[in-house]
């Protein structure tokens, strides 16, 4: 049973550039959600998708997109990069009809900002 | 979603129990409370969940008084293994909502 799978595992960027992270949900779950986690930080919440839908989102600026596939899978996408994105980008999956089980979380993309 | 309180650090021995205290005096009644664990350049884990009384699995227990103001999670006998951040949460029972992380407790486990 294939827990959160998450790619690519490291990144390399330049300001302004585009990236796009890649995450897939533990076999069974529908609800996908996308954490920040600065060096020395907690992970911030950006944003859950439900049903292919943004369901709810935290205080991160429209540079910040996503999407959510059918097969449940979803990408986090970052317009026009700054040196301050550079952080571990977590992908967490649970199931919605089960809202009080623990949401499981992959190891993360991490994205430098050169 | 309660905020929660816990220390920033601590530092035990191979073989200590510890306890990791966190406060969260604003907790709704139907918040549950659950602890994760995190290594380097990892994601995090789940330990436990609780929402009342005592609860316990194969790595830790969760102690939680009646006034659910406070938590605190034991971690028996630690190991070298075991130095990690840990994470105190409260979340709606009912719902599948964000997460909201402090900046944790950071254990280091000394030789």
């Known amino acids: 049973d294939a827990g959160v799978t998450q790619s690519p595992t490291h990144l390399i960027k330049t300001r302004g550039q585009q990236v796009t992270l890649r995450c897939s949900p533990k076999?069974?779950?529908?609800?996908v959600s996308w954490y920040q986690q600065a060096l020395g930080q907690g992970p911030q919440f950006i944003f859950q998708?439900?049903?292919?839908?943004?369901?709810q989102r935290g205080n991160f600026p429209d540079r910040f997109s996503g999407h959510q596939f059918p097969n449940y899978s979803s990408e986090l996408n970052v317009n026009a990069l700054l040196l301050g994105d550079s952080a571990l980008y977590l992908c967490?999956?649970?199931?919605?009809?089960?809202?009080?089980?623990?949401?499981?979380f992959g190891d993360g993309t991490r994205l430098s900002i050169l | 979603l309660a905020k929660t309180t816990q220390p920033i650090s601590m530092d035990s021995y191979e073989g200590q129990e510890v306890n990791i205290t966190c406060s969260h005096n604003?907790?709704?009644?139907?918040?549950?409370i659950t602890w994760y664990q995190q290594f380097p350049s990892q994601g995090p884990r789940f330990i436990i969940q609780?929402?009342?009384t005592k609860v316990t699995n194969e790595v830790a227990s969760l102690f939680i008084p009646a006034d659910r103001k406070s938590s605190t999670l034991s971690l028996p006998r630690v190991s070298l293994s075991d130095t990690a951040v840990y994470y105190c949460?409260?979340?709606?029972?009912?719902?599948?909502?964000?997460?909201?992380f402090g900046t944790g407790t950071r254990l280091q486990v000394f030789p």
């Open positions: 609780g929402y009342k």
């Open positions: 604003n907790i709704a009644t139907n918040d549950y």
């Open positions: 998708y439900y049903e292919e839908e943004e369901r």
């Open positions: 076999s069974g779950h529908d609800t």
């Open positions: 967490a999956s649970s199931l919605a009809k089960r809202p009080n089980q623990p949401q499981h």
């Open positions: 949460l409260v979340g709606d029972y009912y719902n599948t909502d964000k997460l909201i």
